[in-house]
């Protein structure tokens, strides 16, 4: 079953030159880039975008880590893709990623973990009306 998902390749994956990278993985499993743009995000996007997030402690920092440089957001679609992305881009703490996924590989942090990936098909929807409206 075709699916789409929301992906953010972080500022710190920018910052680092791990778009191009991070993208090839996605590719090379057979995943089609519907959109992607480059951008920087203003408080207001990062706090609907992790609204679940915002009463939490660790918030503030996340917020500014996220608006505080570019980011790449695309929409990706394939067999199960929310799933398959979620797998690639491996446990969210980078030092705890299994080898093989994209933190595994890549990421020494749990806050500067390089990408985020919808988690369900409920997130999904919800994500892909904010960053890509009307898609």
């Not at 679940?52 to 790449?72: I, M, Q, S």
């Not at 994500?127 to 890509?132: I, K, Q, S, T």
Request: glycine share 8%; aromatic share 6%.
């Amino acid at each position: 079953m075709s699916e789409r998902t929301l992906v953010l390749i972080k500022p710190d994956a920018v910052r680092r030159g791990l778009v191009g990278e991070i993208l090839a993985r996605y590719e090379r499993k057979g995943l089609t880039i519907v959109a992607m743009d480059l951008r920087t995000i203003d408080p207001t996007l990062s706090d609907a975008h992790y609204a679940e997030h915002v009463d939490k402690g660790f918030y503030p920092a996340l917020r500014e880590f996220v608006t505080g440089g570019p980011l790449v957001a695309l929409v990706l679609q394939g067999d199960q893709a929310i799933d398959v992305v979620r797998a690639m881009n491996g446990a969210t703490d980078g030092r705890a990623a299994a080898p093989g996924t994209i933190r595994g590989d890549l990421s020494l942090s749990k806050s500067e973990n390089l990408v985020h990936a919808s988690d369900s098909p409920e997130a999904a929807k919800r994500e892909l009306d904010l960053w890509f409206p009307g898609l």
